[in-house]
């Protein structure tokens, strides 16, 4: 693992010769353009629908295993 690091950091030494002092910085290396839209509910379900596929339920609640044990 140590060869492994020290050829990392040699690689980094190696960009820090790079001259970039008057290079912008890039969020992405092409121009995007956010397109948003209105959200629209295009159908409602029910809750017996809802719940309809759930492996198990305990009421009108979906259950699941614990998260903390």
Known sequence: MA???SS?????EE?????SENVEP???????VAVWRADEVKSKLGQ???MAN???TIG???????VVG
Do not use: G, Q, R, Y
């Not at 960009?15 to 001259?19: A, D, G, N, T, V």
């Not at 609640?61 to 614990?66: G, N």
């Open 3 to 5: 060869s492994s690091l």
């Open 8 to 12: 990392v950091l040699d690689h980094f």
């Open 15 to 19: 960009l820090e010769k790079i001259p």
């Open 26 to 32: 890039l969020v992405t290396p092409t121009d995007m």
């Open 48 to 50: 017996s629908e809802a």
């Open 54 to 56: 759930a492996p198990e």
């Open 60 to 66: 009108n609640l979906f259950k699941v295993p614990p």
